[in-house]
């Protein structure tokens, strides 16, 4: 007996069919023959669409077959008992502890985020104009590919033509797809040790070889690039990731020479070049290559947002071949709103205005932090690391209890970072970063954390 109510909102088939499967699941058994059309819709009043309807939809799934002068007769089912229960959805609770001061090293203000000039402008983009139905350039969007061009050329004296641009779904992404498009030319990476951990990762999960390179004062050391016999290499030149070094000009003609003479490639993440607090942001070193031997990575989200997940790559003329070969030169990595909004904040002049002001913010911030470090640890800390990026890097001086340091952070709600937990190798600092605390809140930071500090001096 089949329960179907005629006055339930849920379709007359639908409520038939679930009925019938549930019979067949809990009750029949293989080669039971189910009522023919004719004697359900007499028997329920249902018109024979109806049940046609349901009986059609339980062929499709396999719960009976349909037998020219036989009927229906019901399959094999006898795994169904195994799996008709449904699981409970259970909804995760997020719980993110909450901490009275992050120095995380990387974030942004919430404030900082142009969000009414950013609705203004997504609203404008999403119009008629649009093809929705279209699917979208794999590279990127052209006119988000020619503003990128446009200002690069101007700020970061990037040689290119939009033609090179690709963009991509942050750093990871731009970093797995250079590792895909030379993975035929090239199976070593050389990386700077101490240096970024996530590159190291990446390309390790690509099957690439890792070879670490020390540093210097001049940032990675060609002896010892040399020694590696690595011809591709993974470089932070502008502001080395994480002791803060600045290649001089010297240096990155050496390495472009060295990229010449070995057939190499230098992979350029242009990290924190327009964070600089004393000097004028550094060229790029891609702009004084003439031989195409640089990958030139950039990233919206320092500067504007890590959210939005906007990140770009130059690729050399020599490569676009490949790239156009592989597969993910035809999938679009980040969304038609988000290019077309980024395009037009870029082409009406509020990119350079947001980047000018958002310098000068984390300018008064470093300098704010570096005054009430120094007022408060005084000659018990030395800085390693300071004048770009959004934090300053710190050691002791004195004899330390760094597993203190750590305990007694996490008991006064204070999060702390570590150059080690994030980039390898011996380097040692604490990560004071300032980007996501207030310029209000920076003083009394400082002053939770020097407590800390003076409670670790053995």
């Known amino acids: 007996m089949y329960i179907i109510d005629q006055e339930s909102k849920t379709p007359l088939h639908i409520q038939l069919?679930?009925?019938?499967?549930?019979?067949?699941?809990?009750?029949?058994?293989?080669g039971n023959?189910?009522?023919?059309?004719?004697?359900?819709?007499?028997?329920?009043?249902?018109?024979?669409?109806t049940v046609e309807s349901a009986y059609?939809?339980?062929?499709?799934?396999?719960?009976?077959?349909?037998?020219?002068?036989?009927?229906?007769?019901?399959?094999?089912?006898?795994?169904?008992?195994?799996?008709?229960?449904?699981?409970?959805?259970?909804?995760?609770?997020?719980k993110s502890e909450e901490y009275l001061y992050d120095f995380f090293p990387s974030r942004m203000d919430r404030s900082s985020f142009p969000l009414k000039i950013w609705k203004r402008l997504f609203t404008k983009v999403i119009d008629d104009t649009i093809d929705y139905g279209a699917f979208l350039c794999g590279q990127g969007e052209l006119?988000?590919?020619?503003?990128?061009?446009k200002y690069i050329t101007q700020f970061r004296d990037v040689k290119c033509q939009p033609s090179q641009i690709i963009i991509t779904n942050g750093f990871a992404d731009s970093m797995g797809l250079v590792a895909k498009i030379v993975k035929n030319d090239y199976q070593t990476l050389a990386i700077e040790n101490p240096g970024y951990?996530?590159?190291?990762?990446?390309?390790?999960?690509f099957g690439y070889k890792i070879k670490k390179v020390a540093l210097d004062k001049n940032g990675l050391r060609l002896d010892a690039l040399k020694k590696s016999q690595a011809k591709l290499v993974y470089l932070t030149p502008s502001h080395q990731y994480p002791t803060g070094v600045t290649i001089p000009i010297a240096h990155r003609l050496k390495l472009l020479e060295w990229a010449k003479e070995e057939n190499g490639l230098i992979i350029e993440d242009d990290y924190h070049s327009e964070l600089k607090y004393q000097t004028r942001p550094i060229p790029s070193l891609q702009g004084l290559n003439n031989d195409d031997r640089v990958v030139f990575l950039g990233t919206f989200s320092k500067l504007l947002s890590p959210s939005i997940r906007i990140s770009y790559m130059v690729l050399p003329n020599h490569?676009?071949?490949?790239?156009?070969?592989?597969?993910?030169?035809?999938i679009p990595k980040v969304s038609l709103m988000m290019q077309k909004t980024l395009e037009h904040f870029m082409s009406e002049g509020h990119w350079e205005k947001h980047v000018r002001k958002t310098r000068t913010l984390n300018r008064r911030k470093h300098n704010l932090m570096k005054k009430a470090l120094i007022e408060r640890l005084q000659d018990t800390m030395?800085?390693?690391?300071?004048?770009?990026?959004?934090?300053?890097?710190?050691?002791p001086t004195v004899d330390?209890?760094?597993?203190?340091?750590?305990?007694?952070?996490?008991?006064?709600s204070i999060k702390l970072y570590f150059a080690t937990q994030r980039s390898g190798g011996d380097w040692e600092a604490i990560q004071m970063g300032f980007g996501g605390i207030k310029e209000s809140e920076l003083e009394n930071a400082i002053e939770a954390f020097s407590k800390i500090w003076e409670k670790c001096i053995l």
Do not use: C
């Open 17 to 30: 069919y679930n009925e019938i499967k549930k019979k067949i699941i809990n009750n029949h058994t293989t």
């Open 382 to 395: 030395k800085i390693e690391s300071q004048g770009g990026g959004l934090a300053i890097y710190i050691n």
């Open 143 to 149: 006119g988000l590919r020619t503003e990128i061009a």
């Open 400 to 412: 330390f209890d760094w597993d203190l340091l750590k305990q007694l952070a996490q008991e006064n």
């Open 197 to 205: 951990h996530l590159a190291q990762k990446i390309f390790d999960s």
């Open 56 to 94: 059609s939809q339980l062929v499709a799934e396999g719960y009976i077959e349909s037998y020219p002068k036989s009927g229906y007769v019901v399959t094999d089912t006898t795994r169904m008992h195994e799996n008709t229960k449904q699981p409970q959805i259970i909804t995760p609770t997020q």
């Open 33 to 49: 023959k189910l009522h023919s059309i004719r004697k359900v819709s007499s028997m329920y009043n249902l018109s024979r669409n």
């Open 319 to 330: 490569l676009l071949p490949s790239y156009q070969q592989h597969y993910d030169s035809n």
